[in-house]
């Protein structure tokens, strides 16, 4: 099995010569987080990744998570690394000193969350989840919540869960039923049953505490009254120290296709304490600010299983030989070629490849806007940052976990009938990711927010800033006449961009299906597009480095044929997408539902 | 978990009012095989697919096979399925009575082996390699190999396997190393190591028929120095019966991503008695004829997968209630609408109908072409027929087992996190499918077949043969003006398939990288291209049906509304194929080896 390497190269390219993360650090008052110090953490998290959650990932999948009477046993070497985790301070990394973090900037994690999630994803959403309670916490928790749960979380001691499905509702949360009956002291008796609930039981921490969706006795139906609480496994003594259990048991753990390291817990609340976090009916707006972060998590993770799959099957296209080259020999010492001599397995190295890079940047820019939304002082420029957060999420989240499952196919793909066999770890990967697709809203919901409430819910002003940016960018680069077909087509697909969108908003207004008809592949087009924005910037940026005179010769060309494969073969994607968006809605739903039928 | 139905209606669409299987069988002589009888078939098979194989699909994959020093144990109830199996005759169906066969078409095992394969795939391996077997015994075995071991294997007592690959060559069996010693007696000693032998050891038969292929000592070096062994689990006593234990022995089975069902067995012989079919160093001349029907095989399992994952997502579209349809609520008794009145998964359920029909009619037409280069008279026709045949044979493997990833994908997301989950049965599927573009030659293997082998091989004569009988049909249906568009655009494409294989050629004189470059792209081309024919007659069939009056109103009209969806988002998917063909090959080649690295 190929060993997990963290992509620190590509990331610092990213992050520094792309982004520009010095200057951006400099200006939100990051004065700490220079050069030095961030390929310091690199390194460490590097080894982290590599050393300690690489080597228990396929023990993750073979042994899976135990449960017995309610006790989740995670597999063997995870409690390991949790604590390994705690003591190198990961956890507390880009949360606020006030609240005990070592005060350094979102983007920064993002980095780290790819690569411990490409080295084990299961393992990897322990410490994920619980980002996304304290993100909440954060966001909504009163001084003295904050103060009791907050703190040992963001230490790392104790850890958290998002508790939103129910089996009956997925996406669709107006219809939970878990129900919070108010107590005399100002706490509440929660009582339901979730499920889905990951890291919602386990045996790494002192504590888990649950976020739960649940309805007051009195409230609305639908979102309007969904109000949110904390039920901590262990009610707090005086101390603030675990005490007595509370009312909440983990009832069973799923199987599932992958992830099998994660615990996904059934948790059943038989009137366990919870405490209100913000306000009564508004726990879905409480959820807001985690889910942004958590969906471009997710969108991470789908990334990070592209760059695992590319390493992959680079080293088997390397060391396999099959065939000769059809130009000549190419390893007249052996019996045939190394496979990555043909060009169909090149094709699937570079889309790999392009798409780990490309995401890559993207990704990162996206954490770089949320730097600027949470930290930044102007506020026009918070404005705009917020906008073209807003736009890039549900792309971010569904266009990275889309392509992983083409990248982590062709991981196994490369292999051959190898590519089947667990013990080179393809598989795995794929089906880990598989997941990705589907939790934290599925592909459909994300083209529906990106399409219906970000784009035509702001009358395309969302849609405008962006799209602004990159014809700004490319005006800006024209002068580069190397890269004129490149910029040329860029530019030309931002007017089509905003020509697509403007047809569907007409097709709309008179039938409303026309959204949902156009979505999925309206958003995987934004995505390729936008993906080319980024290699366009990545190929300038490589381009003046090589003009400069570089040691890194091989790493900038690597960049520069990197996105001509991008250009000629993945933004052509867009030509067939265009071709169905166009063809609307009446191919979908003519059909009268009485009319599926199976036989 | 969504049963499995045999979709017995849509086959006989197929087989008798699209293909006209009467006709083409009294043509052939096999009179028995009248419309009623067929449909007993059907019924029969139907009932065997969903009462016995079926339920012991989920069991397969939970419980694996099981081995212990050589002896493998098949998961619960494989073994008495393989008994009501044979009990029922299956195994002979397709042979010649001469052989103890029933003297049935090939073309009509064709759906038994889709039923078979879509209720339970890893179960449907073992007779799967058996008829590779029992045809390559047929068309290169002695008349006395027939008597001792074609009999016992068209009866089902015995079972057979394809013994190919070894650890370093798959695809490239040019590389392999199994030596063959000539005994005294005229049999050989056999030694060596195979790998990945689907149903290699197994409790389900008396007898295990390995054919194997292997070198004779003065062999010459690559594909002319290998030849085909009988080896025998069991050498055969006097009688013929099986008696003592040959040195064959299965050294492991393989852990993998999903037909858990199914052996995967390496096969170690140790000086195991063998004995020659066929000429020596022609062994892969016998395999051809073996290959041929087992690529269409492997591309049913593909289209088997679709249908089945289809039918699943299906069920769960009517059943799961998830927000309100935009146009309007259409479930007022329901807290939400069933999820199939949203438009993007209707797509999906579409693009997975689109495919199981559209493929169907494409595998099935590929029977009926085996059938006539097997038993047909008229040399002219069989000539005909086997160009069709040789062109389609890469596009039905690769064009349905790709399709079947995409739709078994769709499968899983129509379920949103529950398809994640492995008591739905969906993403079991989506496993046990995943293995269909790697084994049998991989995608790219078959593409490079097609485009180098067989159209540039043939200087584009069988594309020339193929692309007439299409542009016949369309000049032929020119009056049915309600279907103009979709004619125009078959009769088009054809012109541009053409064109495109001009193109690849004349770029490929100067360079035949250009071929491997394009292959893949042109295969799933010419796979759109082709369904989308098939569509194209489905429709003008419906239509006619529709016209003249029909009980099944329904059913011809969910024809005329799938076709319509194919032909607005299925086919125009070859607009970015075209786009990324026309691209060549220098964004592939041109990077240096040394440039792809990790980091």
């Keep these: 099995m190929q060993n997990y390497k963290a992509p620190q190269r590509d990331t610092l390219f990213i992050t520094h010569e792309l982004l520009d993360m010095q200057s951006h650090y400099k200006k939100l008052g990051f004065e700490d987080a220079s050069e030095d110090l961030i390929r310091a953490i690199y390194a460490e998290a590097g080894k982290f990744a590599e050393n300690v959650l690489a080597p228990i990932n396929a023990i993750g999948d073979q042994q899976g998570c135990k449960i017995d009477d309610g006790v989740v046993t995670t597999p063997d070497g995870f409690k390991e690394a949790y604590a390994t985790y705690v003591e190198g301070g990961w956890p507390s990394m880009a949360h606020p000193e006030e609240f005990g973090g070592q005060g350094l900037p979102y983007s920064l994690a993002t980095s780290m969350a790819e690569w411990f999630s490409g080295a084990n994803h299961s393992w990897a959403m322990y410490p994920g989840l619980s980002q996304g309670c304290m993100e909440t916490l954060k966001g909504h928790g009163t001084k003295e919540q904050q103060d009791l749960y907050l703190l040992k979380l963001i230490e790392g001691s104790w850890t958290g869960t998002m508790c939103l499905t129910e089996s009956h509702c997925g996406s669709d949360l107006g219809m939970l039923k878990c129900k919070a009956q108010p107590n005399d002291d100002g706490t509440y008796s929660l009582t339901g049953t979730k499920i889905f609930i990951s890291a919602g039981e386990h045996d790494m921490s002192d504590n888990i505490i649950h976020l739960v969706l649940a309805r007051l006795p009195d409230a609305p139906a639908g979102t309007r009254g969904i109000s949110l609480f904390i039920v901590p496994k262990f009610n707090l003594d005086e101390k603030g120290e675990p005490g007595e259990r509370n009312a909440v048991k983990c009832g069973s753990i799923e199987h599932k296709m992958g992830i099998k390291g994660s615990a996904t817990c059934v ?21 807001f600010t985690f889910m942004n972060i958590a969906r471009i998590g997710t969108g991470v993770e789908g990334l990070s299983a592209i760059e695992a799959a590319f390493q992959g099957a680079l080293a088997y296209a390397q060391d396999r030989t099959q065939f000769r080259s059809m130009t000549g020999v190419k390893n007249p010492e052996g019996p045939a070629d190394q496979i990555i001599v043909h060009p169909d397995v090149r094709r699937m190295l570079l889309t790999q490849k392009s798409l780990a890079e490309g995401n890559r940047a993207l990704a990162n820019y996206c954490m770089k806007l949320v730097d600027i939304t949470t930290y930044g002082k102007d506020e026009a420029e918070n404005k705009i940052a917020d906008s073209k957060l807003a736009l890039l999420t549900p792309i971010v989240k569904a266009f990275l976990t889309e392509t992983a499952q083409e990248a982590t196919s062709y991981g196994m793909q490369v292999y051959g009938g190898h590519g089947y066999i667990a013990e080179w770890g393809m598989e795995q990967l794929a089906r880990d990711t598989r997941i990705c697709t589907m939790y934290e809203g599925t592909t459909g919901i994300q083209a529906i927010d990106l399409l219906a409430r970000k784009i035509m ?15 700004d960018y490319c005006a800006q680069v024209r002068g ?67 003009d400069e005179g570089t040691t890194e010769k091989d790493f900038y060309e690597a960049k520069i044929h990197t996105a001509k494969f991008y250009f000629d073969r993945m933004l052509s994607r867009t030509r067939s997408l265009v071709s169905s968006i166009h063809s609307g809605s009446d191919n979908l739903m003519q059909m009268k539902p009485e009319l599926f039928k199976v036989g």
């Design 267 to 287: 948790i059943n609340f038989d009137g366990a304490t919870a405490h209100l976090i913000g306000q009564a009916n508004r726990g879905l707006n409480c959820m």
């Design 457 to 471: 819910g702001s009358k395309g002003e969302l849609l405008n800033v962006f799209t602004k940016e990159i014809k």
């Design 480 to 546: 580069e006449s190397q890269f004129t077909t490149w910029i040329n087509s860029v530019d030309s697909h931002v007017d089509e961009w905003l020509q697509i969108t403007q047809d569907i908003g007409k097709a709309a207004a008179n039938n409303p299906d026309e959204l949902g008809a156009a979505s999925v592949d309206y958003l995987m087009y934004a995505g390729y597009v936008t993906v080319g924005y980024f290699w366009l910037q990545m190929a300038v940026v490589a381009q003046k480095k090589l």
